[in-house]
């Protein structure tokens, strides 16, 4: 019965030990990673610029604000060819492929807000938030 008792202790301090660690840490890694996460998923405020890299199978920036009539340059710094492709049904973006090494550049020529996403990697998105004043 002794024996049975001390490997239930430690089954529970393993299974308390692997929470603190994996648990514990998953939750932060999902309050941090969500910084960089477009407006779709829940990002802050969109940053000021009209470059986004394409790298790692992200967009960086992924949430982008321009001026009316500005243009927005993707540059695909990645290993392998991506897209830039609006994909609400407004008048954005269609890059189609873009090879490593190369530049996209789309004029917003009107307010609002454009979702956009890499048709080979759908689980790649963006948003750009066109306004009409000066930034």
């Known amino acids: 019965m002794g024996k049975i008792l001390t490997i239930i202790v430690i089954l529970i301090v393993i299974a308390a030990g692997a929470w603190a ?8 890694t999902s309050s941090s990673s969500n910084s960089g996460v477009n407006s779709q998923n829940g990002n802050t ?43 609400d049904d407004k008048n954005g973006p269609d890059s189609g492929t873009l ?6 550049s789309f004029t917003y020529a009107q307010v609002g807000t454009f979702n956009y996403k890499c048709t ?9 938030t066109v306004v009409a004043s000066n930034l």
Not at 57 to 68: D, H, L, M, W, Y
Not at 99 to 104: A, C, D, H, N, V
């Open 120 to 128: 080979l990697h759908p689980e790649m998105t963006g948003t750009v």
């Open 45 to 87: 405020k969109p940053e000021d610029t009209n470059a986004v890299s394409i790298a790692d199978f992200a967009f960086s920036p992924s949430n982008i604000r321009v001026k009316k009539g500005s243009d927005v340059t993707w540059t695909n710094n990645d290993s392998i060819a991506h897209t830039v492709t609006e994909s």
């Open 99 to 104: 090879e490593p090494g190369k530049s996209y």
């Open 21 to 28: 660690i994996f648990g514990h840490s998953s939750s932060n």
